[in-house]
């Protein structure tokens, strides 16, 4: 009588088309490198034309590059790691991200009213950026230890009440766009995770108080939550022609910058941009500064490598080997999409200006590289998800 011995795991990988070393055979996705290099090349292709006051030309475009090399090699170093060791680190974490929310309030610079960043030698850090990564990996790592309890209303509490104190902490600098970001980071977290749905609807409750409280309950008792100037942000997108040489004169000139690109761009003579006659073109604004010099087709690609990017976020969530990695890429992609969306709805109008980043399109360090571990997570998110799927003799499709 014969016994059949099951071949290893790397046996059946490369009987699977090589399905644990990643697409093509390479140990991470091809797919999301293409649409992370694309993205980071439309954004030096814009910085580089890209004036600003007071900078010499290019000196945005470099520095990008610089930030580009450095999260390129922390992606790369991450992708290698096994990311389910950080359920390990997440107290540690927590208190990583509230003492540098801190130290931002204490030794930040004030920036047009706002204290956000600590200004250090060659790197502006801003720890509402980190505090996005480490949300993410805090809550998956929470939750999964109460994977036993998610239908327990204590689960779902103290769940929010771990994102709503540095989101908090980031509204006080005052920085709503991320604080918005954190928000939608902790609500997917929770969806990913499988709460009921009677808590979402409670949670849905509570927030509509919360806007009647900052909209009208708190003004109206002398009480500002919001700062004058946050308020005119958020409500000019409504009508911006009713203010167009103050709060809406941002909003205007981006949608004059992106219509009058027409199909194929303005090239050189996109004087919006070049004229400076649309602020922030390097940071807030840079999908309009991108889309006013190439154009209805420009502003496709770009978007087209974003959709990628969602699409591959999507993948290693559904590919995860286990809960804490589908979690955490539930909510990567919430962070993803939330801020294209915000974002490039700003620039065309239909969204109010809250600040908040394009990845990796935007100018700026704490940004570009918090992005780029975001990345790095789901490289290995993803790889770890294929091997484990290789080694149980599944073979896969297209991936």
């Known amino acids: 009588m014969s016994t059949a011995i099951s071949p290893p795991p790397s046996q059946v990988a490369r009987r699977g088309g090589g399905l644990a070393r ?10 999301m490198a293409i649409a992370v290099v694309g993205i980071c090349a439309c954004s030096i292709v814009t910085l580089k034309t890209v004036e600003v006051p007071g900078y010499p030309t290019g000196f945005f475009m470099t520095r990008q590059a610089v930030y580009f090399g450095v999260g390129a090699v922390l992606a790369l170093v991450l992708s290698r790691l096994d990311y389910s060791r950080l359920r390990e680190l997440k107290w540690g974490m927590y208190v990583l991200m509230i003492v540098s929310l801190l130290a931002v309030m204490a030794l930040g610079e004030v ?8 200004q250090l030698p060659f790197f502006s850090f801003q720890a509402s950026e980190l505090g996005k990564i480490l949300i993410v990996v805090v809550l ?17 509490s103290r769940t929010m009440l771990l994102a709503l104190v540095p989101a908090a902490l980031v509204m006080l600098q005052p920085d709503l766009g991320s604080a918005l970001v954190y928000i939608a980071i ?4 929770l969806f990913v995770a499988g709460i009921p749905g009677r808590h979402f ?21 002398g009480v500002e939550v919001l700062h004058s100037y946050q308020t005119e942000r958020l409500t000019a997108f409504l009508n911006p022609t009713n203010d167009p040489g103050d709060a809406g004169y941002q909003q205007n000139q981006s949608r004059i910058a992106i219509g009058s690109a027409e199909k ?3 090239g050189a ?44 976020t999507l993948r290693a969530l559904t590919l995860s080997k286990n809960l804490f990695g589908a979690i955490v890429a539930g909510g990567f992609l919430a962070m993803l999409l939330f801020q294209v969306f915000v974002n490039v709805g700003m620039n065309v109008g239909i969204m109010p200006i809250t600040g908040i980043p394009l990845p990796l399109m935007s100018y700026g360090g704490s940004s570009v590289i918090t992005t780029f571990v975001a990345i790095g997570l789901l490289l290995s998110i993803h790889a770890q998800g294929r091997a484990a799927t290789a080694g149980k003799g599944r ?3 297209y991936t």
Request: aromatic share 10%.
């Open 22 to 31: 990643g697409t093509l055979g390479l140990p991470f996705d091809l797919v």
């Open 269 to 312: 003579a996109a004087t919006q941009t070049r004229d400076n006659f649309l602020p922030e073109s390097h940071t807030d604004f840079a999908f309009a500064a991108f889309a006013e010099r190439y154009g209805f087709v420009g502003a496709a690609i770009l978007l087209s490598f974003y959709a990628l990017l969602i699409w591959r």
């Open 186 to 189: 902790v609500m997917t977290v």
């Open 140 to 156: 998956s790592a929470f939750i999964v230890d109460r994977s036993r309890r998610l239908g327990d209303r204590d689960t779902t």
């Open 201 to 221: 609807a409670g949670l849905g409750a509570l927030a509509a108080l919360a806007v009647v409280f900052v909209l009208v309950a708190a003004p109206a008792a």
């Open 395 to 397: 073979v896969l499709g």
């Open 111 to 118: 920036t047009r009213g706002s204290r956000r960043a600590i």
């Open 264 to 266: 194929l761009g303005r």
